[in-house]
């Protein structure tokens, strides 16, 4: 690889990044709000528009003081629901036009790759594979591998520690403002792709240290990075 190469690695999410966003966001939340009411939370402490990452990392901030058989029970109900959407999703996911091309280029340059995903490990494998894109990953992290899903940095700074680089080295490309503040909590560079889930950028957007509107963009933004 050139000696004057910006980054080693590039983590990838994936729905909305490698495919199209296809998950049913606010299904999932009014299904899950039942659970954690019967559970005892009082559904008030996840705000006023609760979200889908923010309803699994705030349940897993309240449990933490609880007895842990009833925090995994509640868990267990949780993934299942979780997976259910997911199993949705799976059934309409298709690759971006793109996405096959752009990571054969970035492997044949000798860039390192990942994927970093709020989705279950079923889904993120069998779509991969499904699309021939599995065999350009040397790690692929789900929803299974963290206790908090994005805009946590768990998954980020497991990536890296996994593939032992630091964090200047490697690039995380996400289609979500929740990618983006993820990157910024490790902090390592990012890029937001403004074709997936976040269709408007927003303020929290203007944090990434690029943004790009199609993956094909990507290689042009490493040739100038270079």
């Known amino acids: 690889m050139p000696e004057n190469r910006s980054f080693d690695a590039i983590l990838f999410?994936?729905?909305?990044?490698?495919?199209?966003?296809?998950w049913r966001l606010e299904d999932a939340?009014?299904?899950i709000l039942p659970i954690l009411t019967a559970a005892g939370i009082d559904p008030d402490r996840y705000g006023k528009s609760p979200v889908y990452a923010g309803l699994y990392n705030t349940?897993?901030?309240?449990?933490?003081?609880w007895n842990s058989r009833e925090s995994a029970r509640l868990f267990e109900k949780l993934t299942l629901l979780y997976d259910k959407y997911d199993k949705d999703a799976l059934g309409r996911w298709a690759p971006y036009p793109d996405a096959g091309a752009v990571l054969k280029k970035l492997s044949t340059a000798g860039y390192r790759m990942g994927v970093v995903s709020n989705c279950g490990a079923h889904a993120a494998d069998t779509?991969?594979?499904?699309?021939?894109?599995?065999?350009?990953?040397?790690?692929?992290?789900?929803?299974?591998?963290?206790?908090?899903l994005k805009p946590s940095p768990e998954g980020l700074n497991l990536a890296?520690?996994?593939l032992c680089i630091s964090a200047d080295r490697a690039l995380f490309i996400g289609d979500s403002i929740n990618d983006i503040l993820a990157a910024d909590k490790v902090p390592m560079p990012s890029c937001f792709l403004s074709c997936g889930e976040s269709l408007v950028t927003g303020k929290n957007a203007r944090i990434a240290t690029f943004q790009i509107s199609s993956l094909s963009s990507l290689l042009d933004l490493l040739d100038q990075s270079e």
């Open 13 to 22: 999410d994936l729905e909305g990044t490698l495919v199209d966003f296809q």
């Open 29 to 31: 939340v009014k299904e």
């Open 59 to 65: 349940t897993r901030k309240i449990t933490k003081s």
């Open 127 to 148: 779509v991969l594979e499904r699309f021939s894109l599995a065999g350009y990953f040397e790690i692929i992290l789900s929803r299974n591998d963290v206790s908090y």
């Open 160 to 162: 890296l520690k996994k």
